[in-house]
């Protein structure tokens, strides 16, 4: 950033790395393609030919201990063996994208979201080694990847539909233009949400057994992307009326000083979230109560901080005064708490949806307690078994 007069003007890349600042000549070389075949075919192969290995030992061990032994190993190695495809799946899409000249980059926004899957990786390993997560490590991955995708479906189609449906029904291919931007954190949590319904009734998991862990790690993520957000130079905030040290001018906002919102957002939805949950947590809870309070108090949060955040301009603001959505300028003098923005009518809904979720919880399973336990302990038997037959 330069300093402009009395505030900063915003001056970032909005990128991380660009697919055409990407050298992949070596590939179409002999040693390139050679290292290729060596790397992931040589070690798919010896992972591949190791598990099956330890399946027949599994098959025809009798002792307990050393079936969990190897049943651990069996697990690290599907872990490993996915990672393979999914490193040499990146590879191939970025080469592809090179070749054809495609200017595509990964923005911080993006980068952000990606620390927070695996933010959530890591905590849900730790929660897999301890038995108190209903999840293998290969499960997991699955687990994200189809997350990955809802959450793309879902705040895609938010956006689309809810937040700039004018210009998309005239313009429908743009639709899938997501590295464009252009996504909606409410219908993100819905894809989310039903990518884990469908994962949770294939794989046989409560549901909030395994909603109430990820809300403990999510907050990161959201805290991440709104800092993402303001590196990309986007969803800036109101004008400020009176002068404060640390406002800024995003020079697509115009030459006026602005709430850098994303950071109060990131404060609020983000870290605050993350703090409020954590506190909670440190009391039992009848299973589903902690997903009810994430939507409750991510609601709450954003809802106030979404007082410094200038509204979509494809939207503008809905004025309570006459029930219509206007230019702010149309309605100067409307009283502050009577200017709402789309997002604000959202989280008004989600927190009426929070807060009939927490009351459906009150008959749930208590954490920790020997059914609770109990419960566990039949999965991860299940799971060895399946592995087993396998």
Known sequence: MIPSEQYWTFDLSPFVFQVKNLNFSWVTTWWGI??????????????????????????????????????????????????FL????????????????????????????????????????????????????????NLITLSIIGMLVGARSAYVFVYNWDYYKTHPWEAIATWEGGLSFHGGIVGVSLAMMYYCYKNKIPFFHLTDKLVRIIPIGIGMGRIGNFLNGELWGRPIESHIPWGIIFPEGGNIARHPSQIYQSLAEGWGLFLTLYIISRWKQKEGTLSACFIIFYSLYRFMVEYFRAADKQINYFYLSNFSWNPLNAYPDVPWWQVLTMGQLLCFCFLIAGCIFLYFTRKNILEFTPEWLKRNDNFFKRINLEVVKK
């Open 34 to 83: 050679l290292s290729l075949i060596v790397i992931f075919g040589g070690g798919f192969f010896l992972i591949w030919n190791q598990i099956k290995k330890y399946k027949y030992q599994l098959e025809k061990s009798n002792s307990e201990k050393n079936n969990s032994i190897l049943s651990k190993k069996i697990h690290n190695l599907e872990f490993i063996q996915t990672s």
């Open 86 to 141: 999914y490193f040499f799946a990146i590879l191939v899409i970025l080469y592809i994208l090179n070749i054809m000249k495609i200017n595509w980059g990964l923005r911080w926004y993006s980068t952000m979201y990606l620390i927070g899957f695996i933010s959530v990786y890591v905590g849900c390993m730790i929660w897999i080694r301890k038995k108190t997560l209903m999840l293998t490590e290969n499960m997991l991955m």
